[in-house]
């Protein structure tokens, strides 16, 4: 993190510099990803644990100060981060899913270039703080699913992220509408379960479980010069 801190500080000070008026702008916003969480433990199981397609949403406030072309954001998402993974398993009565669903507030923190209208690109960080964690799983002789509180499995972790987006005035109203797309990345352990249950934290060797998410962001800024 002390190797993206340092950077954003200099993209800001050079943009408060060349800066003649600072502004600052306020936005709700909505998130749908696609996310996972791998973990090369479950890479190697093959065909009996193998990754599906889970999706994630997001809501919440943003807020950016803008010097110039550069700008300074933070937001407050609260929402989920899902994980999905299928295969056969004769233990579990043959072909299987399962889902893992963590509860999250995410804090994105990141250094916006374009200005505050326009096009624009943005990296920085997200914090992800997993307040709960459930697994479900779901085959062709249990039905309902059977699920499980795996909280204590998984922690909070940190990611990269890096954004395209633009944002589009609205006729006869005074805000904007921003359209992005972001992709996220995790080198933090978020550690957890496998996608039968297991913990993770039992394997031998132990490996860590990166998160991951792309997806498109959408929201509605009100912009205070």
Do not use: W
């Not at 993190?1 to 060349?18: A, D, T």
């Not at 800066?19 to 065909?47: C, E, H, M, P, R």
């Not at 804090?107 to 505050?116: F, K, M």
């Not at 394997?203 to 498109?216: D, E, R, W």
């Amino acid at each position: 993190m002390k190797k993206l801190l340092f950077p954003l500080c200099v993209l800001l000070s050079v943009g408060y510099s060349q800066a003649q008026t600072v502004t600052a702008d306020i936005s709700l916003k909505y998130a749908k990803s696609a996310t996972a969480l791998f973990n090369k433990s479950i890479s190697d199981q093959g065909a009996s644990q193998d990754y599906d397609l889970a999706m994630s949403s997001n809501y919440g406030l943003a807020g950016t100060f803008n010097f110039g072309k550069i700008g300074l954001g933070i937001e407050y998402l609260m929402g989920n981060f899902k994980a999905g993974y299928q295969g056969g398993d004769a233990l579990l009565g043959g072909d299987y899913t399962s889902n893992i669903d963590l509860k999250t507030i995410q804090i994105p923190v990141y250094a916006r270039l374009g200005g505050s209208r326009g096009s624009f690109g943005e990296f920085g960080v997200v914090l992800h703080n997993v307040k709960s964690a459930s697994y479900s799983n779901a085959n062709s002789i249990m039905d309902p699913s059977f699920s499980a509180d795996v909280t204590n499995q998984y922690q909070n972790f940190m990611g990269y992220m890096v954004g395209v987006g633009g944002r589009i005035g609205l006729p006869k109203i005074p805000v904007m509408l921003s359209l992005s797309a972001r992709f996220m990345y995790s080198t933090a352990d978020a550690k957890g379960v496998d996608a039968l249950g297991a913990d993770l934290d039992l394997y031998n060797p132990v490996y860590k479980t990166n998160a991951a998410s792309i997806g498109l962001h959408a929201g509605l800024v009100y912009s205070i010069d």
